[in-house]
């Protein structure tokens, strides 16, 4: 099992930007696929983004060319650069790990307890 922990939401202005960082511990952290998803009011957890220890990266279409996810192997850290916000992209954001690749909520194995991101127009 994984453990994650999130950091960096908040409140932010149209436009601007925000980055959210996770750790992830625990025996099989260094050789599991991390990322994110996320979850707005009324509505269903989806996948933002994922990256490898390899560094290769996905993306959902709603964020491609806004955000930007990476790793740090050496500290077991992934971050979510995000640009260009938009009010739609307000939610709760979840850290995620599975040592296959997912696209979906239920192929992830750990998740973290989340974090407020909060978009205002």
């Known amino acids: 099992q994984v453990q994650l922990a999130e950091s960096g939401g908040g409140l932010v202005q149209a436009g601007g930007s925000l980055r959210l960082s996770c750790v992830a511990s625990g025996r099989t952290a260094s050789n599991s696929l991390l990322g994110w998803f996320r979850q707005a009011p009324g509505k269903e957890r989806e996948f933002v983004a994922r990256?490898?220890?390899?560094?290769?990266?996905s993306y959902a279409d709603s964020v491609k060319g806004r955000f930007t996810i990476s790793r740090d192997n050496a500290k077991n850290t992934i971050y979510l650069q995000m640009n260009s916000l938009k009010p739609e992209d307000t939610a709760i954001y979840y850290c995620a790990a599975s040592p296959l690749p997912f696209g979906l909520s239920v192929e992830v194995s750990s998740w973290g307890q989340g974090t407020q991101v909060t978009v205002s127009a």
């Open positions: 990256i490898s220890r390899t560094s290769t990266t």
